[in-house]
């Protein structure tokens, strides 16, 4: 769920950008293209429309990125920043309806609640005992959680064996190959 959520903020993240940053007059004149909703706030600018897409993009690349990597370190930011610019975007355009016929104005509030609420979603399903990486137990400090699986879990297994075998310097072999399986049963 984490990583369908993830992908959709970056597929319409990457497309607004894109037509912002490389076609910055058919964004403004267009845009979405059913209801051109963004010429409504005149006047035109050039330079700030193309930064828009510029910034939609570098989003839309990083929430991609999340999404394949499913990294924890870059998610929860990368949500957390998306949350607040998003909100602010929301604020300013609930803010200013007056521009807009009623389902405009009831389709574009929707349209950005929509792209605010699956980053507060994953933000909300991270902090679950049950998202917390494998081998670390709920409010468990990092320094002190298993060594078998870093923050994007990209940590071999048998990493993980050996490390966890050197910590008990010989003695508990059995309990420690044993707590290592269940560990990488956790990873699947």
């Given at each position: 769920?984490?990583?369908a959520?993830l ?34 706030y005149?006047?035109?600018n ?35 920043g ?31 609640v ?40 990209s ?34």
């Amino acid at each position: 769920m984490i990583r369908a959520a993830l992908a959709s903020i970056a597929v319409p993240n990457l497309a607004v950008g894109a037509l912002a940053a490389f076609a910055p007059r058919t964004f403004y004149d267009d845009f979405p293209f059913i209801a051109r909703w963004v010429e409504k706030y005149p006047p035109y600018n050039e330079h700030l429309t193309t930064d828009v897409g510029a910034f939609y993009l570098g989003f839309g690349l990083l929430f991609a990125w999340a999404a394949v990597t499913m990294a924890r370190g870059l998610i929860l930011p990368l949500c957390a920043g998306w949350s607040v610019a998003a909100a602010l975007h929301l604020v300013f355009h609930l803010r200013h309806l007056d521009v807009f016929s009623t389902g405009d104005a009831i389709a574009q509030s929707a349209a950005l609640v929509a792209a605010l609420a699956p980053a507060l979603l994953v933000i909300a399903l991270l902090q679950r005992p049950s998202a917390v990486e494998p081998g670390r137990r709920s409010g468990e400090p990092e320094h002190e959680r298993g060594a078998d699986v870093e923050q994007s879990g990209s940590r071999p297994p048998a990493v993980g064996l050996q490390q966890s075998l050197d910590r008990e310097g010989g003695e508990g072999r059995e309990a420690a190959e044993e707590a290592h399986a269940e560990r990488v049963a956790d990873l699947r």
